[in-house]
């Protein structure tokens, strides 16, 4: 068996200006790898760090690659010790990488060769319900409400709000619009962005007390004391191991590493897929695994590929950025590879 590793980074226009903490960014750029077996079959990876979100950025990754590219080349596959929670699915002999997104990607590549040399690992039972929608609501002071009212007539009725970035009251009256909109059957999904402190947290939790909160998420320095569901992203998770028992988890795979997720998602907590701007590749592999390994799906809408343009998000996931079906395996057809990779 001859295996070469490969990459290429990619550039993609978002298709709106994007805020990303304290950044905005106009493309979004990554690294497709590929990895060649016997010069025949090719499996591929996305590796995309977010500037702005991760710690690493690619040009630290690609100096990783050349460093890693010949131990990952040569390294015994051990097929027959496959665990799906173990860094690298238990088959290679490798320290975890130092970098999340890479680590993802790596994993991403021994997902496709196992469909040559493990294909049983991959008979497991998918999600027995549908995926259940969700919106994102990324500016609650520009509201597109005849998007709304055709996503409320489809029966979506959970939302998720960005809050924190425009003044109070505006934002106030956008969540009064939803409510109004939604009616009774709304579920609200607030994203703080770490701004529910001081005189604003005390403020936002009596105008929010008697509304259809599902969680709070990223609140700030007083999560403690919110009395509703908080949510934790993978910043928290280490923040306030306190409240990591009952929270909401919220996933972003190229955060963790695919391996790394599944353990989480098998915890039995509620847990909540996410992603930070990937192409279709990495959201497939994400909603196969997340309906495969979660022990109850939550309402999903990955809203992050309407920024992107249309050949990036797949079918998948349609205009509105909500599932439209769980896939049946973590991978895509050749036809639908980046067309730069299809030759």
Request: glycine share 6%; hydrophobic share 40%.
């Amino acid at each position: 068996m001859k295996l070469r590793l490969t990459w290429q980074t990619y550039t993609r226009p978002f298709l709106r200006p994007i805020r990303v903490k304290a950044e905005t960014l106009s493309v979004r750029q990554g690294l497709w790898l590929m990895l060649t077996e016997n010069e025949s079959d090719r499996y591929l990876a996305e590796c995309a760090p977010l500037t702005g979100w991760h710690a690493e950025k690619l040009s630290d990754i690609e100096s990783k690659l050349n460093e890693l590219a010949p131990n990952f080349e040569s390294a015994q596959r051990h097929w027959d010790q496959w665990s799906w929670t173990e860094p690298y699915f238990g088959v290679l002999d490798l320290r975890e990488l130092p970098f999340p997104s890479l680590q993802t990607a790596i994993e991403m590549l021994l997902l496709g060769e196992a469909r040559r040399h493990r294909p049983d690992v991959f008979l497991l039972p998918p999600a027995q319900v549908a995926p259940e929608s969700s919106v994102l609501v990324p500016d609650l002071s520009c509201l597109e409400l005849t998007s709304l009212q055709l996503l409320q007539k489809q029966g979506v009725r959970t939302v998720k709000a960005k809050i924190g970035r425009q003044a109070w009251d505006q934002e106030a009256r956008g969540l009064m619009v939803l409510r109004e909109l939604f009616g009774h059957d709304l579920r609200l999904r607030l994203d703080f962005n770490r701004t529910l402190t001081g005189s604003d947290a005390e403020r936002w939790l009596s105008f929010l007390r008697d509304w259809p909160i599902d969680y709070i998420e990223d609140p700030g320095t007083h999560a403690e004391k919110i009395p509703f569901a908080i949510a934790l992203d993978e910043a928290l998770q280490d923040r306030l191991p306190g409240l990591q028992a009952s929270a909401v988890l919220v996933l972003k795979p190229n955060c963790f590493g695919l391996s790394r997720t599944i353990r989480w998602l098998q915890t039995g907590q509620r847990a909540v897929l996410s992603n930070t701007y990937e192409s279709r590749l990495s959201l497939q592999v994400y909603l196969w695994i997340y309906s495969r390994f979660v022990a109850r799906p939550e309402a999903l809408g990955l809203g992050t590929v309407t920024a992107l343009p249309a050949d990036f998000g797949g079918s998948l996931v349609d205009e509105w950025g909500l599932v439209a079906r769980w896939p049946e395996e973590p991978f895509l057809s050749l036809g639908a590879w980046p067309k730069e990779l299809r030759r």
